[in-house]
């Protein structure tokens, strides 16, 4: 069985802060990762994702990623908050790249403020 | 624009009404899926369709059936609504080998 912890629900920080977004997950085998963001009253989209490869995974909009299996971690960064990056995050884990066992974790809403 | 439509973005239903939520996709995907969104639980699957004429039951399928009406749609159908489902519906595509998910903007679901 897999499962994704997305630790804390709701994350503060100034604008210029760094902003960081923990995710760990549960897996039998080496799994694929995903970052998605959803602003407010639309669908999620695709931030960055780990498949095989480089354990740093850049994204859009300055975000990345690191894959740390020893700490089945896939923490979400970024250097400096702007205040357009308010919105909900969400991890997810697949083991497979099919898509069809995907995982989501709850969520972490980021506020930034000025 | 490509994408993933939903249609209605808001309904108010009854308890005990039914109706159907429409989505289809124009990136000629395989696979669909259709999420329900509620607050401190995420997005948990009700029901997916891999490829065309196949679907498929997700974490929550209870009080939902789904359609795979040809490759650039799938339906999702309350039969009897119940206030449990008044919820954030949200439909997605993606094709097979890529997982990367697109979405749909939602349906805002309220079952009084």
């Known amino acids: 069985a897999q499962s994704v912890t997305q630790l804390g629900s709701h994350v503060s920080v100034s604008e210029g802060a760094l902003v960081l977004l923990r995710c760990n997950y549960s897996?039998?085998?080496?799994?694929?990762l995903f970052w998605y963001v959803q602003y407010p009253n639309q669908g999620l989209q695709l931030l960055l994702k780990?498949?095989?490869?480089?354990?740093l995974v850049k994204g859009i909009n300055g975000f990345e990623a690191e894959f740390k299996k020893s700490e089945t971690s896939f923490h979400l960064t970024k250097p400096s908050a702007h205040m357009s990056d308010a919105a909900e995050y969400f991890c997810?884990?697949?083991?497979?790249?099919?898509?069809?066992?995907?995982?989501f974790g709850t969520g972490t809403s980021l506020t930034v403020i000025p | 624009n490509a994408g993933v439509t939903q249609t209605p973005k808001f309904q108010v239903l009854k308890t005990g009404q039914s109706m159907t939520l429409q989505c289809a996709q124009d990136?000629?995907?395989?696979?669909m899926y259709w999420y329900r969104q509620d607050p401190g639980m995420g997005l948990r699957l009700i029901y997916y369709?891999?490829?065309?004429?196949?679907?498929d039951k997700g974490e929550v399928p209870n009080g939902y059936n789904v359609s795979r009406l040809n490759k650039r749609e799938f339906s999702l159908r309350l039969e009897s609504a119940a206030p449990s489902q008044t919820s954030v519906y949200f439909c997605?595509?993606?094709?097979?080998?890529?997982?990367?998910?697109?979405f749909g903007s939602g349906t805002r679901l309220t079952v009084v």
């Open positions: 780990y498949t095989t490869g480089a354990t």
């Open positions: 997810a884990v697949s083991r497979t790249n099919t898509g069809n066992q995907f995982y």
């Open positions: 897996s039998s085998v080496p799994p694929y």
């Open positions: 997605a595509s993606s094709e097979r080998g890529q997982g990367v998910y697109t």
């Open positions: 369709s891999a490829s065309e004429g196949t679907t």
């Open positions: 990136m000629n995907h395989n696979s």
